[in-house]
């Protein structure tokens, strides 16, 4: 079986007007990547957003299960709980179509809550802290 968790988080800094995604792969329980990425003229949500889009877009073979996990009860609202999504349409659009994507190779997905900044010593508090960092460093970059 392949199961693959993977932590997202979004960051955005008002002063620099840049934003930031952090996503951690963990395979079968075992850290296997991370990535971050630097965006310009965005939002704290659209980055919540976003670090899910790239989590899912990175499915590109038959997996038994995808759990994302997000500090991010935006995120969880709108993509499964039926949350009208008034704002970040493109975004969500985006979201939609990776999202079928990883469908394709993947009949279980599911969003799980996470508490950000959790000081605790738990597995996916480590993580989703890890996630975190990736995504300020990021939106911490000078252009």
Same mark, same amino acid.
């Not at 792969?25 to 965006?39: A, L």
């Given at each position: 079986?392949v199961?693959?968790a ?8 008002? !002063?620099?007007d840049?934003?930031?995604? *952090?996503v951690v792969?963990v $395979? /079968?329980? #075992?850290k296997?990547?991370? @990535?971050?990425k ?6 704290n949500?659209?980055?919540?957003i ?10 590109s073979?038959?997996?038994?299960s995808?759990?994302?996990?997000t500090?991010?009860?935006? !995120? ?5 709980? *039926?949350?009208?999504?008034? $704002? /970040?349409? #493109?975004?969500w659009?985006? @979201? ?11 009949q279980?997905i ?5 508490k950000?900044?959790d000081?605790g ?18 939106s911490?970059?000078?252009?």
């Amino acid at each position: 079986m392949v199961n693959i968790a993977c932590y997202t988080d979004g960051a955005y800094s008002p !002063v620099r007007d840049r934003g930031g995604i *952090g996503v951690v792969f963990v $395979k /079968n329980g #075992e850290k296997v990547y991370e @990535f971050n990425k630097s965006f310009k003229e965005v939002t704290n949500n659209k980055m919540e957003i976003l670090a899910a889009v790239y989590a899912l877009n990175a499915i590109s073979s038959p997996v038994d299960s995808i759990t994302i996990y997000t500090d991010s009860q935006y !995120v969880i609202g709108c993509a499964v709980l *039926g949350w009208k999504r008034k $704002k /970040n349409v #493109e975004y969500w659009n985006l @979201f939609d179509k990776v999202y079928e994507k990883a469908s394709n190779f993947c009949q279980n997905i599911k969003f799980k809550w996470v508490k950000g900044h959790d000081k605790g010593i738990e597995f996916d508090s480590q993580m989703n802290n890890l996630a975190d960092k990736l995504a300020v460093e990021a939106s911490n970059e000078i252009s």
